[in-house]
């Protein structure tokens, strides 16, 4: 061998189209996999060691195309930019007419991005073998210090045998990041780059040959829209829709088409794999993926969009004729390139008829899966015509967000009563029309409205009962301390279940904290350690005073009477002032970690009981205010079991049970 190999490159377009061209594995798989098309291989085989050696993982590329000579391992291999399509048989592989899928010269710096070493081994037919080693510390060393790269000749190892010819590449020293990629998905992933692997063109991962099940796609899929000349028979399924759109080029002179599909799956769970994201449309070009997903340069706000897939062929983006628009990377294009525009342009206007298509498909199944519970079937077919397209809207708006059966029927519940809400409404604008002979028509609306006011009651009532039974069962006394403490203020049913909304004003209410505040100022160290703090709300025509003591702290009555009565006296005073006169009655309400010290006596806690009484003070426990709660919603139910049609139509829909689930 006469001359030595030399890498000469410049150190800024090294760390740009080398060291960091590449993010994943995959993508560097990618490259190497399209040099083997372009080297007209029938085989490839990749393969992870399983077997840590010395530094680390190695990963070893190995296909039986044509090789390499001294001349090409020259003027090809280690020139960076040789122009593929420029030279030699141009836009068509030698031997076997495929479409070439280099272009820029560029790819082979892809391994760079991943390993710190690079073995080549490579032979051409009637030639032999030949082997370089490229090394990334090295390679800087020399661009550093303004020198040439000269990669080292290497032997090249008797297992590997090359036939008649072929090329293995090792990437050796793999990078830290490199090792999270090299896992169970690794032939799914190299799978989803490519739609030319078949019989002619076959590659392996770790001696298990890809196929196109492997890519995992098809089999998630509800609906689709396919183009060009695509296979739709893969998606025959019989819940599945496939829509065969006859429109396929993205410009008006009808010069660039695409072939492929876009569609949606039934659950954008499906969509994660791991750290796979999958809703996103991979745009292909010569059998290879050229830009992992075109609905990044635009996002549709809906709904829908978590549910996308999608794949299209859009080789005129790298047609060799024109001008080349793909970024240096080759995984992105020049968006502003016209062709670029195009076939955005084509995906946001499929996009939309896909949005249009799926909330009709969503009405439809929505309406059908409704309808499966004979009591909303019933309701249903009971309503007028403009209600009743109303209705199937909103099925179809269920279908699409419930995330179990159980959701299912909360949203159908609430729907429904929503719906005889606003039939009761339009009902009531009838009433000035009313002629004095018909007012039993009115009696009927009323009646109609106090069945709704319950079934909205019944529905809260069990809501807040739920909620106070997983606090007694769940939360420990300390635990449950805290939680009261920080919900107490705003959710006074806790207290009373007639206690909804809290009525003061603000200024009232200020004016009121601060006169507690000057209270509180002058309480003594032992006073101020016992209590937690001090809150006033004017709810159902009642003014509550809730005084918060810690867990910890026992009290007696004696003492929590000399407390409280200063705060009832301030709040009469300020109520004088503010408002001219007491306007309504006070209650206290002292909720305590531990029973009072006077309480262990039955006769003296029935005496402190009633003296409480007498100034209008309740003393609870954290405990009991649970359990007081809970007794107080349990009786409500009980009593309220003479259900009205309404009523008994949300209790048929709770207690259907689907069959397919």
């Given at each position: 061998m006469s001359e030595e190999y030399t890498l000469d490159i410049d150190l800024n377009v090294l760390n740009h189209l080398g060291l960091n061209l590449y993010s994943n594995v995959p993508a560097v798989l990618a490259e190497l996999i399209a040099n083997a098309w372009d080297a007209d291989a029938a085989r490839v085989d990749v393969s992870v060691s399983v077997k840590e050696q010395r530094d680390g993982k190695q990963i070893v590329i190995k296909d039986d195309g044509c090789g390499m000579d001294d001349t090409d391992m020259r003027e090809k291999f280690l020139t960076v930019g040789y122009q593929r399509r420029d030279k030699g048989s141009g836009d068509q592989t030698e031997n076997k007419g495929r479409p070439v899928m280099g272009r820029k010269g560029i790819g082979k710096l892809s391994v760079l991005s991943i390993a710190r070493k690079v073995q080549v081994f490579t032979q051409k037919k009637g030639t032999d073998p030949l082997a370089i080693e490229l090394d990334v510390e090295k390679i800087q060393e020399a661009i550093e210090n303004k020198q040439k790269y000269r990669p080292p000749v290497i032997d090249v190892p008797k297992a590997i045998n090359f036939g008649h010819s072929g090329t293995v590449i090792i990437l050796r020293d793999l990078k830290k990041r490199v090792n999270a990629s090299l896992d169970a998905h690794l032939r799914q992933r190299v799978a989803r780059r490519f739609s030319v692997i078949s019989t002619d063109f076959q590659v392996f991962v770790n001696d298990n040959e890809i196929t196109l099940q492997d890519r995992n796609y098809l089999g998630k899929l509800e609906y689709a829209l396919v183009y060009g000349g695509f296979d739709e028979s893969k998606f025959e399924h019989d819940e599945r829709y496939v829509v065969r759109r006859e429109e396929n080029t993205v410009d008006e002179q009808g010069q660039y088409a695409v072939r492929g599909w876009i569609g949606l799956v039934k659950k954008s769970g499906t969509l994660q794999e791991g750290v796979d994201n999958l809703n996103k449309i991979s745009i292909l070009a010569r059998g290879k993926?050229?830009?992992?997903?075109?609905?990044?340069?635009?996002?549709?706000?809906?709904?829908?969009?978590?549910?996308?897939?999608?794949?299209?062929?859009?080789?005129?983006?790298d047609s060799t004729e024109k001008e080349d628009i793909a970024t240096s990377s080759r995984q992105d294009f020049i968006q502003s390139d016209d062709r670029f525009v195009q076939l955005r342009t084509f995906v946001e206007r499929e996009l939309k008829y896909l949005a249009r298509e799926r909330a009709k498909l969503k009405d439809e199944e929505g309406a059908k899966k409704a309808s499966e519970i004979p009591a909303i079937k019933e309701w249903y077919e009971s309503l007028q015509s403009d209600t009743k397209t109303a209705a199937k809207k909103l099925f179809g708006r269920i279908n699409q967000i419930a995330t179990d059966e159980d959701h299912r029927k909360t949203l159908y519940k609430h729907g429904v009563l929503a719906f005889e809400h606003l039939r009761h409404k339009e009902k009531l604008n009838e009433l000035g029309q009313l002629d004095i002979n018909n007012l039993e028509i009115a009696v009927k609306l009323f009646s109609e409205l106090d069945d709704i006011e319950a079934s909205w009651y019944y529905q809260i009532t069990e809501g807040r009962l739920d909620v106070i039974k997983k606090l007694s069962r769940h939360i420990d006394d300390d635990v449950l301390?805290?939680?009261?403490?920080?919900?107490?203020?705003?959710?006074?049913w806790l207290l009373d279940p007639s206690w909804d909304m809290a009525t003061e004003t603000p200024t009232l209410e200020k004016s009121i904290t601060t006169a507690f505040d000057k209270i509180s100022d002058k309480l003594t160290d032992e006073e101020k350690r016992g209590r937690l703090d001090i809150l006033y709300k004017k709810t159902s025509g009642k003014h509550v005073i809730i005084e918060l003591k810690k867990g910890s702290v026992t009290t007696s009555t004696y003492s929590l009477m000399g407390q409280v009565d200063k705060y009832i006296s301030a709040l009469r005073k300020q109520l004088r002032i503010d408002t001219a006169n007491e306007d309504g009655s006070i209650e206290a309400i002292c909720l305590v970690g531990k029973k009072l010290s006077d309480w262990e006596d039955t006769e003296r806690r029935q005496e402190s009981e009633k003296a409480l009484e007498a100034k209008h003070i309740r003393v609870i426990t954290y405990q009991q205010l649970i359990r007081d709660a809970e007794a107080s919603y349990q009786k409500y139910l009980e009593k309220s079991k003479d259900k009205g049609r309404i009523k008994k139509l949300l209790d048929e829909i709770e207690s259907f049970e689907d069959s397919a689930s």
């Amino acid at each position: 061998m006469s001359e030595e190999y030399t890498l000469d490159i410049d150190l800024n377009v090294l760390n740009h189209l080398g060291l960091n061209l590449y993010s994943n594995v995959p993508a560097v798989l990618a490259e190497l996999i399209a040099n083997a098309w372009d080297a007209d291989a029938a085989r490839v085989d990749v393969s992870v060691s399983v077997k840590e050696q010395r530094d680390g993982k190695q990963i070893v590329i190995k296909d039986d195309g044509c090789g390499m000579d001294d001349t090409d391992m020259r003027e090809k291999f280690l020139t960076v930019g040789y122009q593929r399509r420029d030279k030699g048989s141009g836009d068509q592989t030698e031997n076997k007419g495929r479409p070439v899928m280099g272009r820029k010269g560029i790819g082979k710096l892809s391994v760079l991005s991943i390993a710190r070493k690079v073995q080549v081994f490579t032979q051409k037919k009637g030639t032999d073998p030949l082997a370089i080693e490229l090394d990334v510390e090295k390679i800087q060393e020399a661009i550093e210090n303004k020198q040439k790269y000269r990669p080292p000749v290497i032997d090249v190892p008797k297992a590997i045998n090359f036939g008649h010819s072929g090329t293995v590449i090792i990437l050796r020293d793999l990078k830290k990041r490199v090792n999270a990629s090299l896992d169970a998905h690794l032939r799914q992933r190299v799978a989803r780059r490519f739609s030319v692997i078949s019989t002619d063109f076959q590659v392996f991962v770790n001696d298990n040959e890809i196929t196109l099940q492997d890519r995992n796609y098809l089999g998630k899929l509800e609906y689709a829209l396919v183009y060009g000349g695509f296979d739709e028979s893969k998606f025959e399924h019989d819940e599945r829709y496939v829509v065969r759109r006859e429109e396929n080029t993205v410009d008006e002179q009808g010069q660039y088409a695409v072939r492929g599909w876009i569609g949606l799956v039934k659950k954008s769970g499906t969509l994660q794999e791991g750290v796979d994201n999958l809703n996103k449309i991979s745009i292909l070009a010569r059998g290879k993926v050229a830009l992992e997903d075109i609905l990044d340069s635009f996002r549709e706000g809906g709904l829908y969009t978590k549910y996308i897939i999608g794949e299209l062929e859009a080789d005129f983006l790298d047609s060799t004729e024109k001008e080349d628009i793909a970024t240096s990377s080759r995984q992105d294009f020049i968006q502003s390139d016209d062709r670029f525009v195009q076939l955005r342009t084509f995906v946001e206007r499929e996009l939309k008829y896909l949005a249009r298509e799926r909330a009709k498909l969503k009405d439809e199944e929505g309406a059908k899966k409704a309808s499966e519970i004979p009591a909303i079937k019933e309701w249903y077919e009971s309503l007028q015509s403009d209600t009743k397209t109303a209705a199937k809207k909103l099925f179809g708006r269920i279908n699409q967000i419930a995330t179990d059966e159980d959701h299912r029927k909360t949203l159908y519940k609430h729907g429904v009563l929503a719906f005889e809400h606003l039939r009761h409404k339009e009902k009531l604008n009838e009433l000035g029309q009313l002629d004095i002979n018909n007012l039993e028509i009115a009696v009927k609306l009323f009646s109609e409205l106090d069945d709704i006011e319950a079934s909205w009651y019944y529905q809260i009532t069990e809501g807040r009962l739920d909620v106070i039974k997983k606090l007694s069962r769940h939360i420990d006394d300390d635990v449950l301390e805290k939680v009261i403490q920080r919900h107490i203020y705003n959710h006074l049913w806790l207290l009373d279940p007639s206690w909804d909304m809290a009525t003061e004003t603000p200024t009232l209410e200020k004016s009121i904290t601060t006169a507690f505040d000057k209270i509180s100022d002058k309480l003594t160290d032992e006073e101020k350690r016992g209590r937690l703090d001090i809150l006033y709300k004017k709810t159902s025509g009642k003014h509550v005073i809730i005084e918060l003591k810690k867990g910890s702290v026992t009290t007696s009555t004696y003492s929590l009477m000399g407390q409280v009565d200063k705060y009832i006296s301030a709040l009469r005073k300020q109520l004088r002032i503010d408002t001219a006169n007491e306007d309504g009655s006070i209650e206290a309400i002292c909720l305590v970690g531990k029973k009072l010290s006077d309480w262990e006596d039955t006769e003296r806690r029935q005496e402190s009981e009633k003296a409480l009484e007498a100034k209008h003070i309740r003393v609870i426990t954290y405990q009991q205010l649970i359990r007081d709660a809970e007794a107080s919603y349990q009786k409500y139910l009980e009593k309220s079991k003479d259900k009205g049609r309404i009523k008994k139509l949300l209790d048929e829909i709770e207690s259907f049970e689907d069959s397919a689930s």
